[in-house]
């Protein structure tokens, strides 16, 4: 299994709503990521979980908290969330770090009104 | 902070003719890898490549590692209709995480 899942595929939320979004890989990957990608643009790097403990932040803010509970889940929690944050999320996984090829998922697209 | 650069932003071809996209890093890098994102898909691994002056090729597409490290090119030669998609370098910096450059949007006319 090559696949990456992410749940859900699209979300509307308010500001003051609170919502979560998940990724699952059982490739026995021990390197997770989320990326952020804006329309036209490349994927920019959120955070990333190495053998399920947080290795880098890439100075987001905290109304994103991340958690990873095992090493085949990533959650990323969403909190009073501003309408720039609306964009597509990648989670992606790889086998131990940044210099293995990488496995998107579909991506969650999010929209803040 | 790092940047990865790639030329052209966008270009559109008529099936049959070739296509190149030239990626710039201002740092040195570990390895590079391309990915292409199909549109409204996501960003699906091509390859890596490690060493410099590296040529690897796949069917109709060739990628090159500069002799410094620092850029790399995809080239495609007679380009179908399945080749659209926008085109990233993603560098590895030696810090844990890929840097993923500016891609570069193919269109392909049948």
């Known amino acids: 299994d090559t696949e990456v899942t992410q749940t859900p595929k699209h979300l509307v939320m308010g500001m003051t709503n609170k919502k979560s979004l998940k990724c699952e890989q059982h490739m026995g990957h021990r390197a997770m990521y989320w990326y952020k990608q804006k329309a036209k643009k490349p994927p920019e790097l959120m955070f990333v979980?190495?053998?399920?403990?947080?290795?880098i932040n890439e100075s987001v803010p905290s109304r994103f908290s991340p958690e990873c509970p095992n090493s085949s889940l990533l959650n990323l929690h969403l909190h009073a969330l501003q309408p720039e944050d609306s964009a597509l999320y990648l989670c992606?996984?790889?086998?131990?770090?940044?210099?293995?090829?990488?496995?998107f998922g579909p991506g969650t697209r999010l929209t803040v009104l | 902070g790092q940047q990865v650069m790639q030329i052209p932003q966008y270009q559109h071809v008529q099936e049959g003719e070739d296509f190149t996209t030239y990626c710039n890093s201002s740092?040195?890098?570990?390895?590079i890898q391309w990915y292409k994102q199909r549109p409204g898909g996501h960003p699906v691994f091509l390859i890596q490549l490690v060493k410099s002056g590296e040529v690897k090729k796949q069917k109709r597409l060739t990628f090159q590692f500069g002799e410094a490290k620092k850029n790399s090119s995809l080239h495609i030669t007679a380009t179908q209709t399945t080749d659209v998609g926008t085109y990233f370098c993603a560098g590895d910096t030696g810090f844990q995480k890929l840097v993923f450059g500016t891609g570069t949007r193919l269109l392909v006319s049948p």
């Open positions: 740092t040195t890098l570990s390895n």
């Open positions: 992606a996984s790889s086998q131990s770090g940044a210099y293995n090829e990488q496995f």
């Open positions: 979980y190495s053998y399920e403990k947080l290795s």
